[in-house]
């Protein structure tokens, strides 16, 4: 196995082969979708304003009557959430193109004392970019222009809502990389990845958006415009106040501008898609990788059976790895001398099949083959979705309690209507996505999970939200995460900049926010 290793073909795929794009749709209707209100009927809504003629008109004359959604047919998408699991009743949806917009629009909504909801792709996974009661959807859709890009400094200046996946494209063309990736990066907005801090599957080789974001420009709740749209990679005057807005999820202002440090793009990627027969040698791969590959190990992501297969069957594609797997993991390398990244990456595999730590796998350099790969990590979360209802966990874990969870749960919903329950991740960073999927959404299904998970991960001093945010779905839960003392200081803080609570009402903490 793996002779010859970098000059092998890919096992499963054809030399000459199509890359397999996607798309699902789901059947699901979003009228058909329970209201939040109804689910979630303990829940009251705050003392806002409802929408009348003359709000509307106010706004129709700011921003013109095509910008101003209000037909039920064209509201209707803004306020069901990606998995549809949930559905607001907002009856009007703006479109600012530009930071001034923004400005006007907050400071009418707060003077009238109107809720609002901020939302970008509409891609989040808790419920943090839809309306929960009839707050007005504020969409960054039309804010999409690419404003600079210095070769030099490697530095973009963006509109918060341009695609992910358009500035990767951008960046492209002049040598560098975004430091983000995501699996959702062909509908998600940089604003709405800024605003939940989101990590991706290159946050092992280029760190968090904290470090990647250099500077933003935000609208509090009263239109003022905080302009910290520092393109400086050193900028030590006083409290960072960016740090307010990463990963707030739009309760403490809207981003509407961002200035990213995107390092230069990799001349050399491979990738290896392996397979293991335990997690224990998983995390024995791991160690080996980082002494082994070190500088140019880009990422590390791992599949268990059920998490890959799924992705299979919805990409109809063959499985890279024999389809009785355990374990999968998916290991990419990227740096500047091919030579050298496949001299560490020969060696590491070597290795690596000398202890007994892989039983067969699956190498790519060509941009074709490395792609489909990709498809199959990061089509595992749209392909659970073909089960019917999925109720996703996000958490961080210590590395010897990474995968328990999963094997615990299964235990614990034997005899339920669950379909599946499994779990991948990102093992360089501690992040494991636990999904369990059912034909529809099943109380006492949810009842058997939550609060179990947090209480567990809890116990084992993980975090219930790794990247995916608070948003709605969490906020009952954060106080395992988050101690009494800091939950006082964040609802400090969002008293100071959002007195009469209108920011993205309900979501990231704990309490009423009005």
């Known amino acids: 196995m793996f002779s010859n290793y970098l000059a092998r073909p890919c096992r499963y795929f054809p030399a000459q082969c199509t890359v397999v794009k996607f798309l699902h749709t789901s059947p699901v209707k979003c009228s058909s979708v329970e209201l939040t209100q109804i689910r979630y009927s303990n829940l009251k809504r705050g003392n806002y304003t409802s929408l009348a003629d003359k709000h509307v008109s106010f706004f129709e004359s700011l921003l013109s009557k095509t910008r101003v959604l209000t037909d ?12 549809k699991t949930m559905r607001g009743a907002s009856k009007v949806v703006l479109k600012p193109k530009s930071t001034e917009e923004v400005s006007e629009i907050l400071k009418y909504c707060n003077d009238n004392v109107l809720a609002v909801c901020p939302q970008g792709g509409n891609t989040g996974l808790v419920g943090g970019s839809v309306p929960v009661f009839d707050e007005i ?167 268990d059976r059920d998490s890959l297969m799924v992705a299979v069957t919805g990409l109809k594609l063959k499985s890279p790895v024999p389809e009785d797997t355990p374990f999968s993991l998916l290991i990419e390398t990227s740096g500047g001398n ?51 209802y999925v109720y996703k966990y996000d958490i961080s874990l210590p590395m010897e309690h990474f995968y328990d969870i999963v094997s615990i749960m299964k235990e614990r919903l034997k005899g339920t209507s669950f379909i599946r329950c499994c779990g991948y991740g990102h093992v360089g960073d501690g992040n494991l996505h636990l999904n369990v999927t059912a034909p529809s959404f099943d109380r006492d299904l949810l009842d058997l999970i939550e609060p179990f998970v947090y209480e567990w991960t809890a116990k084992h001093r993980g975090s219930v939200s790794a990247e995916h945010g608070i948003g709605f779905k969490k906020t009952s839960v954060v106080h395992f995460s988050k101690s009494a003392e800091a939950l006082k200081l964040m609802a400090q803080i969002k008293a100071i900049m959002d007195p009469k609570g209108i920011l993205n009402p309900y979501k990231v903490l704990p309490s009423d926010p009005h």
């Open 72 to 83: 039920k047919s064209d509201v209707e998408s803004y306020n069901v959430d990606w998995l």
């Open 338 to 388: 091919s030579d050298h990244d496949e001299a560490k990456l020969s060696l590491f595999l070597e290795q690596a099949t000398n202890k007994g730590f892989i039983n067969d796998g699956t190498l790519a350099t060509e941009p074709s083959r490395i792609k489909m790969l990709w498809d199959l990590r990061e089509g595992i979360t749209q392909s659970l979705t073909m089960d019917g």
């Open 137 to 303: 959807v504020i969409s960054t859709v039309l804010m999409n222009e690419i404003i600079s890009i210095n070769k030099t400094s490697g530095v973009l200046v963006c509109q918060a809502g341009c695609v992910l996946e358009n500035l990767e494209a951008e960046v492209t063309e002049r040598g560098l990389v975004m430091p983000l990736d995501l699996g959702a990066k062909g509908s998600c907005h940089i604003g709405g990845n800024i605003s939940t801090n989101a990590g991706g599957i290159r946050l092992l080789r280029y760190g968090s958006l904290h470090g990647s974001v250099l500077g933003v420009e935000a609208v509090k709740a009263d239109g003022t415009v905080v302009d910290c749209l520092s393109t400086l990679k050193k900028d030590n005057t006083g409290y960072h106040l960016k740090h307010l807005f990463l990963g707030s999820e739009g309760t403490l202002g809207i981003v509407t501008k961002v200035a990213i440090q995107c390092p230069p793009k990799p001349q050399a990627v491979n990738v290896a898609f392996l397979a293991l027969d335990s997690f224990e040698k998983v995390l024995a791969t791991y160690r080996l990788a980082r002494s082994c590959l070190g500088e140019v190990l880009s990422s590390f992501e791992f599949m």
